[in-house]
């Protein structure tokens, strides 16, 4: 068994201005340290296909990818919002993240492989069915949930977000769908100013305040979130992975390190070992640092291959 690494060279075109820390740059430096940490050749490489509709279908509305479409420039780059842009690359790249996201559900569902990780952009977990926002153009996590459940029969599948932003798109898209347990750790108040109440049993909002150290966070994760986890028993596991909750990050103002990212994930890999048969996607989100986002995805992805 094995851990993949998905990705595409599209994702590196999609470039909102080179003040943008959505960068293309956070893909090459995470290769970079991969390769710096000799991790890159122990994994499976694939590229990311190309998304279908009918799979982004299943949690987008058709008027919104037709708008995207619309909006798609030949040259330069058109706003959306104060944070989120298209260039002539952008809707391509991410029709290819949420590919590779879907990759990975049917490869570790055939147990070709028995975990993945998709390096991919822009991210998705801000956009909700309807709308773009954050940097996210389309809910990658969510396509590769909704395909778990549609495509290979799970009736069960959880999606555990570590960002430190909410991961509001997704849990907009997934707030009626039982079969679906959100987990979801960030900072609040903070953008996108959500998620201090769940509303219902299967999303768990774990708002943290500003300063949060990886000791804090551990003891907050093990007691509220794992419990909730092991009862719903889930069939499949995925990680919304967002490492701007390093303590070098500017975008947030948490103070987790690389030995945090590696606790967490290691308790979602025992988690997918008890209920899912080792079926775990990971998928990056943010991660602003390029140093930290660099080391925490190297340490992520060795804890997932279990080197």
């Known amino acids: 068994m094995h851990t993949a690494y998905i990705t595409h060279p599209v994702c590196a075109k999609h470039d909102m201005g080179g003040w943008h820390p959505e960068a293309p740059g956070r893909l090459s430096a995470i290769e970079d340290r991969l390769h710096a940490a000799h991790l ?3 994994l499976v490489h694939m590229h990311a296909p190309r998304v279908q509709r009918d799979q982004l279908l299943r949690v987008h509305d058709a008027a919104y990818l037709d708008a995207l479409e619309a909006r ?3 040259v330069g780059v058109v706003s959306l919002d104060g944070d989120t842009a298209l260039n002539p690359f952008s809707l391509e790249a991410a029709y290819h993240a949420a590919g590779g996201v879907v990759l990975g559900v049917d490869e570790v569902c055939s147990r070709d492989i028995q975990n993945a990780f998709i390096a991919c952009r822009p991210p998705g977990h ?3 069915r309807t709308q773009a926002m954050g940097f996210c153009l389309l809910n990658n996590v969510a396509v590769g949930a909704a395909h778990a459940l549609a495509a290979h029969g799970l009736a069960r599948v959880a999606i555990v977000d570590f960002d430190v932003h909410h991961g509001n798109g997704t849990e907009a898209i997934f707030h009626e769908d039982p079969r679906v347990m959100l987990v979801s750790t960030f900072q609040h108040p903070f953008y996108p100013y959500s998620g201090a109440d769940s509303g219902n049993d299967h999303i768990v909002n774990l708002p943290l305040p500003a300063g949060t150290t990886g000791v804090r966070y551990r ?4 007691a509220e979130a794992m419990p909730r986890l092991e009862a719903f028993a889930p069939e ?5 992975a967002g490492f701007d909750s390093h303590r070098e990050d500017d975008m947030g103002q948490f103070g987790l390190v690389e030995a945090d990212y590696v606790w967490v994930t290691r308790q979602l890999m025992g988690l997918a070992e008890r209920h899912a048969g080792d079926r775990l996607v990971s998928v990056l989100e943010g991660g602003y640092d390029l140093s930290a986002l660099a080391r925490s995805v190297a340490a992520h992805i ?5 080197l």
């Open 40 to 42: 890159f050749d122990y």
């Open 72 to 74: 798609k420039p030949e």
């Open 126 to 128: 801000h956009a909700t």
């Open 219 to 222: 003891e907050v994760f093990e």
């Open 236 to 240: 499949m596991v995925f990680i919304s």
């Open 302 to 306: 060795k804890a997932l291959a279990d």
